[in-house]
T-cell receptor
Framework: GAGVSQSPSNKVTEKGKDVELRCDPI?????LYWYRQSLGQGLEFLIY????????KSGLPSDRFSAERTGGSVSTLTIQRTQQEDSAVYLC????????????FGPGTRLLVL | AQSVTQLGSHVSVSEGALVLLRCNYS??????LFWYVQYPNQGLQLLLK??????LVKGINGFEAEFKKSETSFHLTKPSAHMSDAAEYFC?????????????FGTGTRLLVSP
């Protein structure tokens, strides 16, 4: 079946602009995760959604970062007033349910802030 | 603190040689352990996982890993490297007491395979 999909695959933006990154999880997966992969910090957890519960935002690096998940499916990660240090690959993952240990990753969105 | 350490940012082997990628963890509660592989410009693909069942875990592409609690290790091995194994490998940990909400990753090991 279809895996996790992310769009766009690449995004170049100017410092100070807002960007939106999209994630479509595997159908039927109720848990959704965002991670960031950067040269300096490696792979970092950003945020976690499970069904209709309040998301775990403990990994978001600043209040410029936010995410939402509509209808328990598609998620959008928004970065406001982008900075050069936001340049990274943003990875989305989904898993079957809370307590399901295996996360399946999408191909990522490569963000470059000029 | 709960953490993951991967020894060696780069490992070079010849085609046909043994592959050994090291992963150690620090955890006060029983962990679940994972190895993921990342090919250039792609996402992470699950190779194998340990979830408190058999300590020797077999994964895809001929890889296996053994959970050793006494050594707090979960090293990844493959008896004979293939050129197509060249990629970056990440060890990751999650914990039952947090409902697997987060994966904590090691810094990754890039495997180079020479002919």
């Amino acid at each position: 079946g279809a895996g996790v999909s992310q769009s766009p695959s690449n995004k170049v933006t100017e410092k100070g602009k807002d960007v939106e990154l999209r994630c479509d999880p595997i159908s039927g997966h109720t848990a959704l995760y965002w991670y960031r992969q950067s040269l300096g910090q490696g792979l970092e957890f950003l945020i976690y959604f499970q069904g209709n519960s309040a998301p775990d935002k403990s990994g978001l690096p600043s209040d410029r970062f936010s995410a939402e998940r509509t209808g328990g499916s598609v998620s959008t990660l928004t970065i406001q007033r982008t900075q050069q240090e936001d340049s990274a690959v943003y990875l989305c993952a989904s898993s079957l349910a809370y307590g399901s240990e295996t996360q399946y990753f999408g191909p990522g969105t490569r963000l470059l802030v000029l | 603190a709960q953490s993951v350490t991967q020894l060696g940012s780069h490992v070079s082997v010849s085609e046909g040689a043994l592959v050994l990628l090291r992963c150690n963890y620090s955890s006060s509660v029983p962990p679940y352990l994972f190895w993921y592989v990342q090919y250039p410009n792609q996402g992470l693909q699950l190779l194998l996982k340990y979830t408190s069942a058999a300590t020797l875990v077999k994964g895809i592409n001929g890889f296996e890993a053994e959970f050793k609690k006494s050594e707090t290790s979960f090293h990844l091995t493959k008896p004979s490297a293939h050129m197509s194994d060249a990629a970056e490998y990440f060890c990751a940990v999650s914990w039952m007491n947090t409902g697997f909400q987060k994966l904590v990753f090691g810094t990754g090991t890039r495997l180079l395979v020479s002919p």
